[in-house]
């Protein structure tokens, strides 16, 4: 049947107009998410990043972000790899049969987050590795230069190569990469490009602190302050000659300027009821820098230190209290770096409990203010971002925060901090699902940040 209705020409147009409100409008919020273009060097980062987190450079599926989590400080932790699937890339040892030898050992990496490297070359598989964490690569233009060239990785040599950022990526795509441990660049992966590794270098560079502290900090908490006392007296803690402001470089006043970002023979690895070794896995004496090594290991920046544990390169201490408590032992006191403080200041490290207590709430509190500056960088940064990259700012911050609720509720410091950090996490959460409401949570939320650093800093 023919409808007896017959259409205007104008009704029809009419009846399309909802629709054309609708296109209008999503054209226009269209228009509202996006961006001016990205000057070069934020570019040049956004590369790196992608690079970073996606890039398998034709190996094994491993990326640069499988060991360095952007959820765990960049670093890597047993409880983080916890909660990993099976077929998470990291496992490759245990499911691709060619690397099945000598390339990991997978009871050490779950139970201890233990890597396995070959910093001395790829000729003898079977004996010469070593175990080490995975650092954290956050501060790194506060803490690789040097006098004597850059200094990267606990050993500082690069491994291999110059030392330098770039040397060091195309190091980690050789060792972590490989399809097979023949390693044969172009069959069993594919070395960066110069492009590549300059994006590479700027992304890690742009993480994390870009400056050093000035201590002292005016605490508000009188163990954390007397434990920053303790840090920076030259004739007790004796912490500060090695760890600059908390950073990662030598005092200039002892070393001379520029000294930068040293290396020492601390006696970590004469450690006894090493946790690694306790498991009867085969863990080779790790000689440090250089080919053959002479013992020493580079220096790592404190202020990150308190929630990137396990500590040392070998991952042998679980808690900072720990290892603060490290300096008061005979491996440190005879070390060549330990006997070092005897001949300049008449004797070693000796703090007591309270002392080493008060040593650790500081390094805790630092590490605090730094998650809070942090997490309120990701907070402004997502205000100016697109509803995607805004929600991923929103959820770096929360994992900024939630650090600094645990390293200090593990010392038993600040309650009344923690509180509006709990408030702070709640608001981001709930900006990072809301549509029209992100701008005012996630405003408040930085108020919570700050209110939480009141409580730590004058
Ligand atoms: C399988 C785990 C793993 C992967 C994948 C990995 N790394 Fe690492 N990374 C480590 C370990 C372990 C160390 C310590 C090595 C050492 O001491 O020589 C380290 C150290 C570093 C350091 C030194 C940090 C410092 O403070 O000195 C940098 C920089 C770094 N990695 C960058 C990268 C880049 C870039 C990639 C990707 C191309 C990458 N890593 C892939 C485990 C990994
Ligand atoms: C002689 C120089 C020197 C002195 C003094 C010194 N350190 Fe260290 N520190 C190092 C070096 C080198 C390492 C890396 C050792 C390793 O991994 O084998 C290190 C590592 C650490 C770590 C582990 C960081 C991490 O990310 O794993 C902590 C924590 C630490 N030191 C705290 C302190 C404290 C607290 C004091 C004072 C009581 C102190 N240090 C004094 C040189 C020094």
Redesign the pocket.
Known sequence: MVPNVRQRPGSRLLAAAPLLVLALLLLALAACESRPPLDPAAAQIAEGREIFFNETFAGNGRTCGTCHRAEDNFGLTPAFIATLPPDDPLFVAESNPNLAQNFENPRLMRAFALILENQDGFDDLANNFNMR?V?HTLALPTSVASAAGPRTG?SGDGAPGDGSLRAFATGAVIQHFPLTTNRIPGVDFRLPSDEELDALEAFQLSLGRQEELALPLALEGVVAARGQEI?LDNTL???N???FNAGANGDPNIFGPGAGN???D?G??ALPDQPADLTGEPVPPDDGFGTPGDG?????T?V??AD??P????NSVET?EG??AF?NGDAFNSSP?GQ??VGATGSG?N?DGTQVVA?AAF?RVINALENIRAAIALLEQSRDEKRGAARESLRLAVFETEDAIQVLAGGGLHPAAAIHLEEARRLARKAARSFFQRGRLTRQAIEEQEKARDELVE
Not at 296 to 300: A, V
Not at 311 to 314: D, K, P, S, V
């Open positions: 964490g650092p606990w840090f803690g004796k912490c000659a090695c760890h040293l290396n020492f601390t970590v690895e020493t290991f580079n220096t790592p404190l990150e230190a990137t544990g500590f040392f390169h070998n900072i290892a603060v300096y770096a070092l403080l490290i703090l040593v390094l």
